[in-house]
């Protein structure tokens, strides 16, 4: 596949995660969408970046700001969505939720929403990776307020002594909630400058450039698989919208906002397509599909059935049941 | 061969533990076991003792002091066909991990819509009764009970640590799997080859027509000496071994209590939302006709474990308290 042709692939990919997101915010506005919802535009850089760097079969693992995972390792933007709308065809059958979506079948292996929690999982699938000698590598996104759990120490640790194929991947957005993570959080990176402590490599990287992601996570992908063990990454990256629900990041100074727009991750693949010689046209055209896509996912959406309760008391314990007593 | 012992006759609770964890590496190449000192050390109990030398650093872990990190990330090997089995080298640190039998584990099948299994097993060492204090001491089976989506074991004899841990190594389901610390000096018979338990299957250990004692793990062994002693006064008591809190035997239970007319729980945990209240609802519930007397729970007091062998024996479960309990209800 040509250079264009790849980019063009994650440009499009990208488009319909930023896509999915709007209308998952306007049917939260509508009423359509209960509970909460974590958006991740302005994040798609990250997602679709390390995906095109990974094998079919290595495993991910997300947070609750996970849509963009699930939909980079192939969720449908109308599962996704129906999940969030608790219909049937969700891609939980609407027993996750927008904080749990997980995509089994591209070993996308769950949205977590205890912070940080996540990260031993990962060690643990890299752990039995090495078991079975598959070479696979797993990989666990996580933001900058998780750096300053202990499960991200403790995880660190026994990635590092048992030198496990994981990557872990910060998406530093610079906030946890409401709160800079400069505030609490006695190091300037604070995923990067964890690293060194544990004997591991980090890099820093722009998370809104989806090439520059997809490298640095392919390095890391070729060190794990060659046996030489974990690396950090520390993505630079801005959310859109706020925390989660309709949080206006009110927090947020003005001129900060301003810049992080202005360094988009769409526009600067848009960029990266015209210095390669993609026509105005083709993008177009790819981003009229990509709007096509998710028009139709949001009506098959609205359209689907609405949770079915017997499901209430399905999926406890793998015979598929959920009986407690004898 | 060095690794785990093999010879015929009689077997320790404490020697139980790593057979039974052996038979099943036997005839497994997926089980992988890890956790705090479990590998040529043989563990701080001696129950992973010879397992090292017999399936190596390969199939046998030693891990940093990281709860967090052992159980997560035998969570996530689980879901990527390994199974792993995890010490969490005394019951009162699972708290350092909670979060994993709390809301990782026992959650993640239910909210993916039945996408991942986490055939898993965390294996710990539990309960009172030696003089180690508060925070050494808990039995906390109890902790675990409040959780949907745990399957919960904790046997009390030899055979049972035998047969319970193959079904619970083999079972798709996560199990956390108590080993009472006051047994491990507790001799039985050696279970044959193949010998394995189902989960949810209540032993009843002695025949009675008087009362039912229900018990579990140590309090079994409190049970039978508090039935030993009512029978000198004429009170036949039966004696059912729980074995497994989920799923909870409540068929062989409410049978008991059926021919019993009688119950008392006997329960290591505190008073306060332990086991028996929650077996001891659905008696009342569904078998309030098959009663003639009120039930009783003797559990431990609602304080922390003191340390000193004379205040622990007051507020711990006691065959006295359990003689005291029966005759209060035997001729209501
Ligand atoms: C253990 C835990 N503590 C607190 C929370 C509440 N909480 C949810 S998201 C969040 C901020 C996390 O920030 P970060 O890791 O930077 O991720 P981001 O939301 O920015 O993607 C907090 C505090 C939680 N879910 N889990
Ligand atoms: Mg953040």
């Not at chain 1, 994650?10 to 998952?24: D, L, P, S, W």
């Not at chain 2, 040529?40 to 046998?60: H, M, N, S």
Request: hydrophobic letters at 45%; glycine letters at 8%; proline letters at 5%.
């Amino acid at each position: 596949m040509s250079d264009s042709t790849e980019l063009l692939r994650m440009y499009e990919q990208m488009a319909v995660i930023r896509r999915t997101e709007k209308a998952a915010y306007d049917l939260f506005l509508a009423g359509m969408v209960k509970g909460t919802t974590h958006l991740a535009s302005g994040h798609e850089a990250v997602a679709v970046g390390a995906s095109a760097a990974l094998r079919p079969d290595d495993y991910v693992f997300a947070t609750y700001r996970g849509h963009h995972h699930a939909m980079a390792r192939g969720a449908s933007p109308e599962a996704c969505l129906a999940e969030l709308m608790q219909k049937s065809t969700g891609l939980c059958k609407a027993k996750g939720g927008s904080m749990h979506l997980t995509h089994a079948a591209g070993n996308m292996l769950g949205s977590y929403a205890i912070v940080g929690a996540h990260l031993p999982m990962a060690v643990g699938a890299a752990w039995s990776a090495r078991l079975r000698g598959t070479e696979q590598v797993a990989v666990a996104f996580f933001g900058d307020g998780a750096t300053n759990i202990g499960a991200f120490h403790e995880a660190l640790n026994l990635a590092a002594v048992w030198r496990l194929p994981v990557i872990f991947v910060c998406e530093n957005n610079l906030y946890m909630e409401y709160t800079p993570i400069a505030a609490v959080t006695a190091a300037d990176h604070p995923a990067a400058d964890r690293a060194p402590a544990y004997r591991m490599s980090a890099q820093i990287v722009d998370g809104n450039d989806v090439i520059a992601v997809r490298e640095v996570v392919a390095s890391a992908a070729q060190r794990a698989r060659a046996g030489e063990g974990p690396t950090v990454i520390e993505a630079e990256t801005y959310r859109h919208y706020g925390h989660s629900r309709t949080d206006p990041a009110t927090y947020r100074p003005a001129e900060e906002v301003e810049r992080w727009l202005k360094h988009d991750p769409i526009d600067v693949a848009r960029a990266r397509l015209e210095a390669l010689g993609v026509t105005p046209d083709t993008i177009k055209d790819t981003d009229e599909r990509a709007s096509a896509e998710v028009a139709a996912a949001v009506a098959a959406a609205k359209a689907a059935p609405a949770a079915d309760i017997a499901e209430a008391f399905t999926d406890v314990w793998a015979d598929g049941g959920a009986a407690w007593r004898v | 061969m060095a690794g785990v012992k093999t010879d015929s006759g009689t077997i320790t609770y404490r020697e139980a533990v790593a057979e039974g964890i052996a038979r099943e590496m036997r005839r497994d190449p997926t089980v992988i076991c890890l956790g705090e000192d479990i590998g040529p050390a043989g563990g701080v109990f001696k129950t992973t003792a010879g397992l090292f030398e017999e399936f190596g650093p390969q199939r046998i872990w030693d891990t940093p002091i990281s709860e967090q990190a052992i159980v997560g990330a035998a969570m996530g090997a689980a879901m990527t066909g390994i199974r792993p089995v995890a010490e969490i080298m005394f019951s009162d640190f699972l708290a350092c991990c909670w979060d994993y039998l709390a809301n990782e584990i026992p959650k993640v099948r239910y909210m993916t819509g039945g996408q991942v299994t986490v055939p898993l097993v965390i294996r710990t060492a539990n309960g009172g009764g030696l003089g180690f204090g508060a925070q050494h001491s808990q039995a906390v089976e109890n902790w675990a009970l409040a959780i949907p989506g745990l399957k919960i074991v904790a046997p009390s004899t030899p055979a049972d640590v035998i047969g319970l841990m193959a079904s619970a190594i083999r079972s798709d389901d996560p199990v956390v799997f108590f080993e009472h610390k006051g047994l491990f000096a507790s001799k039985g018979p050696r279970p044959p080859e193949g010998h394995h338990v189902e989960l949810g299957r209540a032993a009843v250990v002695r025949e009675g027509t008087d009362v039912t004692l229900l018990a579990l793990a140590s309090t079994v062994h409190t049970a039978l000496a508090a039935a030993d002693r009512l029978a000198e006064d004429g009170i036949s008591a039966e004696v059912v071994d729980l074995r497994c809190l989920i799923p909870m035997d409540l068929t062989t239970v409410l049978a008991s209590v059926a021919k019993t007319s009688r119950l008392v729980t006997v329960e290591e945990n505190p008073y306060q939302a332990g086991w028996g209240a929650t077996v001891v609802s659905v008696v009342v519930d569904e078998g309030f006709h098959l009663l003639d007397a009120p039930v009783r729970r003797v559990a431990s007091a609602n304080v922390p474990l003191p340390f000193a062998d004379a205040l622990e024996n007051e507020v711990m479960p006691t065959a006295d308290k359990v003689v005291a309990a029966v005759r209060s209800v035997a001729n209501f």
